[in-house]
């Protein structure tokens, strides 16, 4: 059964099947037209021999068939060859007949009697001297006196049967003959257009992880096959991308991993040199304790990312009021001011209102105000709020800090990637918190801009989604201001 799983094997029955189909119906319409047309010539014939046998018998007939015969042969040419002629008086007793006839007589049936006294003329086939014989009998009227006598006139049906068996031979011939034929065509035809689909077979079989750069070669027709082609190279190319991706991203985050190992082995090698007093061991544990922090800040961001890559980090819906979660994200945020001159200012709208994760929304909010406040100048000012814009509502962080290059923004948002790397380790950064931000921003059907100018600062916008406030929830007024 392996034999008909192929496309090409498929292909070509149901071509044969189609036209096997196709040519019976075909030579079933040719044989039923053929014998008709000739059963009906057959049947014209002998009408006409016997309307000209009919105006041969004068009123009083006293023509024997002889004259009758010797009229016909006039009329017509030539004697009728395998032609049987009989002639009857009304109730049926033979008159006369043809000489080829000698002792035999023609059949008359009990039907074609009543016919013929009803003026009525009559076919029949029958089966009479060891072969089918075609009988009219036709009622001869006068005048006046109504059916006179009876003309019959029968002919051999054996040469329209040869021919139709002929026929039918030539049909049962010719038809097995094309279907060979055209199965040889089809799997032919089948061979030629699948075979690039072997091609494509091949090479995709050949592709793995190693050689993602390999593509199967487009054939020159533009046809559904290219189009498969092109859809399969479309496809290699996104491993491809992906696969490079995750090697980079593996290789960024190993060695983010590695900077913080290798400070706390050097320091904790230093420290074990010699006997030490208990004041620098505690600065050693300290700057290790760091370290830590650091790194497990950088697992907690990788998980957060890889959960979200696969699909396994799913979002807590409710209705948020983001005034509410602005406020109870600043009291996180403050303390981030604590030992910088930075003033940290936001003001709300209390009808600003999305579907959200509360958890991930506040991640996000710390996360764009912990770079804000990080990347700010002396005295600068982070300002937070709201602004409602069409559909969507806007969360906006602000701040008068260094500012970003035109060049930097298209990347600030990809993993690991930091305008300053020195600057942004010092600050205990990852380089993962914009790619977060992204993250939650577009898994709550929104999406993060920015505007920055360099020297000057920059703003952070999320648009997230506007929706209706709850309808157990009372409009509150105009929003805080600290
Ligand atoms: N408010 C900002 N002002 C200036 N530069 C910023 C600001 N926010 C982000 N950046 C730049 O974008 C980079 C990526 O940010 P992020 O992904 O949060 O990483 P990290 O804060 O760990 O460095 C930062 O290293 C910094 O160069
Ligand atoms: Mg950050």
Same mark, same amino acid.
């Given at each position: 059964?392996?034999?008909?799983?192929?496309?090409?094997?498929?292909?070509?029955?149901?071509?044969?099947? !189609?036209?096997? #189909?196709?040519?019976?119906?075909?030579?079933? @319409?040719?044989?039923?037209?053929?014998?008709?047309? @000739?059963?009906?010539?057959?049947?014209?014939?002998?009408?006409?021999?016997?309307?000209?046998?009919?105006?041969?018998?004068?009123?009083?007939?006293?023509?024997?068939?002889?004259?009758?015969?010797? &009229?016909?042969?006039?009329?017509?040419?030539?004697?009728?060859?395998?032609?049987?002629?009989?002639?009857?008086?009304?109730?049926?007793?033979?008159?006369?007949?043809? @000489?080829?006839?000698?002792?035999?007589? @023609?059949?008359?049936?009990?039907?074609?009697?009543?016919?013929?006294?009803?003026?009525?003329?009559?076919?029949?086939?029958?089966?009479?001297?060891?072969?089918?014989?075609?009988?009219?009998?036709?009622?001869?009227?006068?005048?006046?006196?109504?059916?006179?006598?009876?003309?019959?006139?029968?002919?051999?049906?054996?040469?329209?049967?040869?021919?139709?068996?002929?026929?039918?031979?030539?049909?049962?011939? !010719?038809?097995?003959?094309?279907?060979?034929?055209?199965?040889?065509?089809?799997?032919?035809?089948?061979?030629?257009?699948?075979?690039?689909?072997?091609?494509?077979?091949?090479?995709?079989?050949?592709?793995?992880?190693?050689?993602?750069?390999?593509?199967?070669?487009?054939?020159?027709?533009? &046809?559904?096959?290219?189009?498969?082609?092109?859809?399969?190279? *479309?496809?290699?190319?996104?491993?491809?991308?992906?696969?490079?991706? !995750?090697?980079?991203?593996?290789?960024?985050?190993?060695?983010?991993?590695?900077?913080?190992?290798?400070?706390?082995?050097?320091?904790?090698?230093?420290?074990?040199?010699?006997?030490?007093?208990?004041?620098?061991?505690?600065?050693?544990?300290?700057?290790?304790?760091?370290?830590?922090?650091? $790194?497990?800040?950088?697992?907690? &961001?990788?998980?957060?990312?890889?959960?979200?890559?696969?699909?396994?980090?799913?979002?807590?819906?409710?209705? !948020?009021?983001?005034?509410?979660?602005?406020?109870?994200?600043?009291?996180?945020?403050?303390?981030?001011?604590? &030992?910088?001159?930075?003033?940290?200012?936001?003001?709300?709208?209390?009808?600003?209102?999305?579907?959200?994760?509360?958890?991930?929304?506040?991640? $996000?909010?710390?996360?764009?105000?912990?770079?804000?406040?990080?990347?700010?100048?002396?005295?600068?000012?982070?300002?937070?709020?709201?602004?409602?814009?069409?559909?969507?509502?806007?969360?906006?962080?602000?701040?008068?800090?260094?500012?970003?290059?035109?060049?930097?923004?298209?990347?600030?948002?990809?993993?690991?990637?930091?305008?300053?790397?020195?600057?942004?380790?010092?600050?205990?950064?990852?380089?993962?918190?914009?790619?977060?931000?992204?993250?939650?921003?577009?898994?709550?059907?929104?999406?993060?801009?920015?505007?920055?100018?360099?020297?000057?600062?920059? #703003?952070?916008?999320?648009?997230?989604?506007?929706?209706?406030?709850?309808?157990?929830?009372?409009?509150?007024?105009? *929003?805080?201001?600290?």
């Amino acid at each position: 059964m392996k034999f008909i799983q192929s496309v090409r094997v498929r292909l070509t029955l149901w071509y044969i099947f !189609i036209l096997g #189909c196709t040519l019976t119906l075909f030579s079933m @319409l040719v044989y039923y037209q053929m014998s008709r047309s @000739l059963y009906k010539s057959v049947d014209h014939k002998i009408l006409t021999i016997s309307e000209v046998i009919a105006s041969s018998l004068s009123p009083h007939s006293n023509s024997v068939f002889s004259d009758i015969e010797r &009229d016909l042969a006039k009329k017509v040419g030539r004697q009728p060859t395998a032609k049987f002629i009989q002639l009857l008086d009304r109730s049926g007793n033979i008159g006369g007949k043809s @000489l080829n006839l000698r002792n035999k007589r @023609l059949p008359v049936s009990y039907k074609a009697l009543q016919n013929a006294a009803k003026g009525v003329i009559t076919y029949e086939t029958k089966e009479v001297f060891g072969e089918p014989l075609r009988i009219i009998t036709y009622p001869v009227k006068r005048k006046g006196t109504g059916i006179h006598s009876i003309v019959q006139v029968a002919t051999s049906l054996s040469g329209v049967k040869e021919t139709l068996t002929q026929l039918l031979f030539i049909l049962f011939s !010719i038809v097995p003959l094309a279907l060979i034929i055209a199965s040889i065509g089809g799997i032919f035809l089948a061979n030629k257009v699948l075979k690039p689909i072997n091609e494509i077979n091949r090479i995709t079989r050949e592709i793995t992880s190693k050689n993602l750069e390999l593509r199967v070669p487009k054939p020159a027709t533009h &046809d559904e096959l290219s189009q498969l082609v092109e859809t399969i190279n *479309g496809m290699i190319q996104r491993l491809e991308e992906s696969f490079k991706q !995750i090697q980079q991203f593996t290789a960024d985050a190993s060695h983010e991993l590695k900077t913080p190992l290798t400070i706390l082995k050097g320091e904790a090698e230093l420290a074990l040199r010699k006997e030490r007093p208990p004041e620098e061991y505690r600065a050693y544990l300290r700057s290790s304790l760091e370290e830590i922090n650091r $790194m497990t800040r950088l697992v907690q &961001d990788l998980l957060v990312l890889s959960r979200a890559d696969t699909g396994r980090l799913a979002l807590h819906r409710e209705p !948020i009021n983001l005034a509410t979660l602005i406020n109870s994200c600043f009291d996180q945020c403050r303390f981030l001011v604590e &030992d910088r001159d930075v003033q940290l200012t936001y003001h709300c709208q209390a009808d600003a209102w999305v579907i959200g994760d509360k958890y991930r929304l506040k991640q $996000m909010l710390f996360n764009l105000v912990e770079n804000a406040i990080k990347y700010s100048k002396q005295k600068g000012k982070v300002v937070i709020s709201t602004a409602q814009n069409g559909k969507f509502v806007n969360l906006l962080v602000k701040d008068e800090g260094v500012g970003i290059d035109s060049k930097d923004i298209p990347y600030i948002f990809d993993r690991f990637y930091r305008v300053d790397k020195s600057r942004s380790r010092e600050a205990g950064g990852t380089g993962l918190g914009l790619s977060i931000c992204k993250w939650i921003a577009e898994a709550h059907g929104g999406r993060i801009t920015v505007q920055s100018t360099p020297g000057l600062g920059s #703003c952070f916008t999320v648009w997230l989604p506007k929706s209706q406030a709850p309808s157990n929830v009372a409009e509150g007024g105009k *929003g805080d201001e600290v």
